[in-house]
């Protein structure tokens, strides 16, 4: 019988965490020289939905100025459709932190398995590249 931290651990296991910023399919162009898709690109494609989010967040430029804890838990194959999710973990005077979790479809068919996560960080930035506050809204909708 399962515990109740087993059923926490399956939902979760099971299901994005935050909102879908991209999704794109995986090429033969993008493989390693063992034909899995390349975790460079994998990488890519999360700093790029990762991006999309902090920009929509700090309503302008952004540029990433960390990951942490890039972890990659399987591998991704061609024809993988890949999902990038972004969560929002904090926002500062002028950089934005965000969770990102990329999960694939096999073949386009259920179920979603999380293949990789990392915490991204960026700095909202002007027109000259230098660092400018971003507006904290509690009522901010993505």
């Not at 460079?40 to 967040?57: F, P």
């Not at 929002?88 to 293949?115: A, D, F, M, Y």
């Not at 400018?132 to 509690?138: F, G, I, L, Q, T």
């Amino acid at each position: 019988m399962a515990t109740e931290k087993d059923q926490s651990l399956l939902a979760e296991s099971t299901m994005p965490r935050g909102e879908l910023c991209t999704r794109t399919l995986a090429m033969p162009a993008d493989t390693n020289p063992s034909g899995d898709i390349f975790g460079g690109w994998l990488m890519s494609q999360m700093d790029i939905a990762g991006g999309v989010m902090a920009s929509q967040v700090a309503e302008g430029r952004v540029a990433t100025i960390a990951v942490d804890g890039m972890t990659f838990h399987r591998p991704v194959y061609v024809g993988d459709t890949v999902c990038v999710y972004g969560d929002i973990e904090k926002i500062g005077n002028t950089s934005i932190v965000l969770h990102l979790e990329s999960w694939v479809l096999r073949r386009n068919q259920p179920p979603r398995i999380k293949v990789t996560e990392a915490t991204f960080t960026f700095v909202a930035i002007d027109a000259e590249g230098r660092p400018r506050p971003v507006r904290k809204d509690e009522t901010l909708s993505l």
